[in-house]
C-alpha cells in the first residue's frame, strides 16, 4: 500500500453536521477497499481568489491515508459525482525521512 494525501472542497452550505457525515463517508470508502486513514483534518471555510461553479469559498478538507494505487481512480471518481464536492486533488504522500545537511558558511 502507499501513502496518500487529499484535499478536497465542500459546499460552504453545508452544516458542520453534514460535513462531518461527509467526512465519515469518504473515510469508511476507503476502509472498506483495504485502507487505512492515518489523519484527517477540517482546514475551515476559506475565501476562493476566483469562482468556482459560482461559488465563493468553500469548506477544505485533508485526508491521509494508506491504499491500493488501483483504488485511487475509484476515490476520484467518488468525489467527482459527490454533488457538494466542488473540487478534489489526490497525490501520492512524500514520506521525507533524512533531515538535510546543514549549510556551512565560511
Do not use: C, W
Not at 468556482?52 to 476520484?76: C, M, Q, T
Amino acid at each position: 500500500m502507499k501513502t496518500y494525501e487529499s484535499v478536497i472542497i465542500v459546499r460552504p452550505q453545508l452544516s458542520d453536521g453534514e460535513v462531518g457525515e461527509f467526512v465519515n463517508k469518504a473515510k469508511a470508502l476507503i476502509t472498506n477497499k483495504g485502507g487505512e486513514v492515518t489523519s484527517e483534518e477540517k482546514l475551515g471555510r476559506r475565501k476562493f481568489t476566483h469562482e468556482i461553479n459560482h461559488v465563493r469559498d468553500g469548506f477544505y478538507l485533508y485526508l491521509k491515508f494508506k491504499a491500493e494505487p488501483s483504488f485511487i481512480k475509484e476515490f476520484d471518481n467518488a468525489l467527482k459525482l459527490n454533488e457538494n464536492v466542488l473540487r478534489s486533488m489526490t497525490m501520492n504522500a512524500v514520506e521525507v525521512k533524512a533531515k538535510p545537511a546543514p549549510v556551512v558558511v565560511k
